[in-house]
């Protein structure tokens, strides 16, 4: 079994497209942070309703530092991250079955349930690896030009303030929390992979998926409220929990309980699917 992870490791980043996702990150990340140093500090402060803190109290310390402009990030930035996610999950298999080398393969020792297992296991992982990619870079960015501090949380009823070690345990779970949320995509991505033999369908039928799913997660339309529960859209966002204070561990827990079961069910729905389909080519 090592093997074969092995093996679809070795395949999978001597893909070209496998760096599309990085080099995106590593691109457009620096591109978000000088562009804050520079002249986006005034905005990001009203955007955080720092304007009302201001207006009551006296502000002192590095408010505006790594932790804040992460969090900024995150909100911005998570909305593409599923495409970066479908460009290499929904490879994995779609790649090979299109190339003509996916029934070689099979006609090798290793059994259909091994050779998915391991597809799987290299889709988690580059999600995985992709996520922290964009947590070190975020941190090391953040630091390099604002500096740790104190993170201010702020809504309409109270707000509250996280020592720098606090905000960056915070950080990190968000970043988990969002990992866990992308591995769904990742799955999903998966799923679509099997079902067809291009690269392009599981990267259209995935976005297609997770654009209106969100749609109607997040639609204030009381016709879609029977269906959210329904939708794993709904239960993503689970890593901006990260940021409540007291952390809402009961919501965190459930959400992320669902959030699993969606990622086994299209897991499990996709090994089903390529264990009873013919492969021709």
Request: hydrophobic letters at 60%.
């Given at each position: 079994?090592?093997r074969?992870v092995?093996?679809?490791w ?7 497209r496998?760096?599309i996702?990085f080099?995106?990150?590593?691109f457009f990340?620096?591109?978000f942070?000088?562009?804050v140093?520079l ?5 990001a402060v009203?955007f955080h309703?720092?304007?009302?803190l201001k207006e009551?109290f006296i502000?002192?310390?590095n408010?505006?530092n790594a932790f804040?402009v992460t969090?900024m990030l995150m ?5 593409h991250i599923?495409f970066l ?8 298999v779609?790649?090979e ?6 029934r ?5 020792p290793?059994?259909?349930?091994q050779?998915?297992l391991a ?10 690896i992709l996520?922290?990619?964009m ?6 960015l953040?630091y390099l ?5 104190e993170?201010v949380?702020?809504?309409?009823n109270?707000?509250a303030?996280l020592t720098a ?23 999903l991505?998966?799923l679509?992979?099997?079902?067809v ?5 599981p990267?259209?039928g ?6 209106i799913?969100?749609i109607i997660?997040e ?5 879609f ?6 939708l794993?859209t709904?239960?993503a ?9 007291p952390?809402?561990w ?5 959400s992320s309980g ?5 990622m086994l069910f ?10 009873r389909?013919d492969?021709?080519?």
């Open positions: 079994m090592l074969l092995r093996l679809e070795i395949k999978t980043f001597h893909k070209w496998t760096y996702g080099a995106a990150i590593g990340l620096p591109l942070f000088i562009a140093k002249g986006g500090e005034t905005e009203k309703q720092f304007s009302i009551h502000i002192m310390g408010l505006f804040l969090r909100m911005t930035f998570f909305v599923p996610i479908a460009l290499m999950a929904g490879d994995v779609a790649s079955a299109t190339a003509g080398t996916l070689m393969i099979l006609t090798r290793p059994s259909r349930l050779l998915i597809k799987i296991v290299i889709s988690l992982l580059y999600t995985f996520i922290m990619f947590a070190t870079l975020s941190f090391s953040g030009l604002f500096g740790f501090g993170l949380l702020v809504n309409s109270q707000f303030v070690t606090e905000s960056f345990w915070r950080c990190l779970l968000a970043y988990a929390l969002a990992f866990l949320a992308m591995s769904v995509v990742a799955a991505a998966f679509f992979s099997v079902l033999e291009n690269a392009i369908g990267i259209v995935t976005m297609t998926v997770v654009i799913s969100l997660s639609a204030p339309i009381s016709l409220k029977a269906i959210r529960p329904y794993f709904t239960y966002s689970v890593w901006m929990k990260a940021f409540s204070e952390l809402p009961q919501t965190i827990l459930i669902y959030l699993i079961l969606f299209f897991f499990g729905v996709a090994y089903v699917i390529f264990q389909k492969i021709l080519c």
